[in-house]
T-cell receptor, first 113, second 113 residues
Framework: GNSVTQMEGPVTLSEEAFLTINCTYT??????LFWYVQYPGEGLQLLLK?????DKGSNKGFEATYRKETTSFHLEKGSVQVSDSAVYFC????????????FGQGTELSVKP | EAQVTQNPRYLITVTGKKLTVTCSQN?????MSWYRQDPGLGLRQIYYSMNVEVTDKGDVPEGYKVSRKEKRNFPLILESPSPNQTSLYFC????????????FGPGTRLTVT
């Protein structure tokens, strides 16, 4: 079946450190891949997306590349800020399944000043 | 402002007492969905709707009902809530399938005692 696996959290970093959150997936067909972010007390917001192999999604200094050969979509940011503290979800959507998103378990990021 | 609204935001109830969580979107989206979020499990889809009067089960539909009588509204109904339905619930909408961004509501935290 279709599934998403993320690295476990929580992840604690100092401000300006480099961030990587690993995400791998299993899917039939050709999924679209997403990263969503959830700030404390809020709903999920789309952070970035990629719809085909080798696409790179980017937003707010975050980026992730759709790697079909390794079935991965790792999230990276070169220099994190305290305001990046949130829970990050990797997700996939498979065509012809009503747009359903399949989420990883989420990774909590805490950035300290 | 484009948004998905949910009510109530917080609800504490007792086992067996029927409740409804409302969801409304103002973006004229065709696709709407309900998810529940539980620690270590990410978000899991409960039900979805691809248009008015068209609904279908997601991955965890047991104990829930939905209806889609109007395009903008997609209420979630718990006819006889049980403690294992204590969770954080999110409604989402999008204009179509797959690569289209899903917009999430702010969440409803439900506790069933």
């Amino acid at each position: 079946g279709n599934s998403v696996t993320q690295m476990e959290g929580p992840v604690t970093l100092s401000e300006e450190a480099f961030l990587t959150i690993n995400c791998t997936y299993t899917a039939t067909g050709y999924p679209s891949l997403f990263w969503y972010v959830q700030y404390p007390g809020e709903g999920l917001q789309l952070l970035l997306k990629a719809t085909k192999a080798d696409d790179k999604g980017s937003n707010k200094g975050f980026e992730a590349t759709y790697r079909k050969e390794t079935t991965s979509f790792h999230l990276e940011k070169g220099s994190v800020q305290v305001s990046d503290s949130a829970v990050y979800f990797c997700a996939l959507s498979v065509p012809n399944q009503g747009g359903k998103l399949i989420f990883g378990q989420g990774t909590e990021l805490s950035v300290k000043p | 402002e484009a948004q998905v609204t949910q009510n109530p935001r917080y609800l504490i109830t007792v086992t067996g007492k029927k409740l409804t969580v409302t969801c409304s979107q103002n973006m004229n989206h065709e696709y709407m969905s309900w998810y529940r979020q539980d620690p270590g499990l990410g978000l899991r889809q409960i039900y979805y709707s691809m248009n008015v009067e068209v609904t279908d089960k997601g991955d965890v539909p047991e104990g829930y009902k939905v209806s889609r009588k109007e395009k903008r509204n997609f209420p979630l109904i718990l006819e006889s809530p049980s403690p294992n339905q204590t969770s954080l619930y999110f409604c989402a909408s999008s204009s179509g399938q797959g690569i289209n961004e899903q917009y999430f509501g702010p969440g409803t935290r439900l506790t069933v005692t």
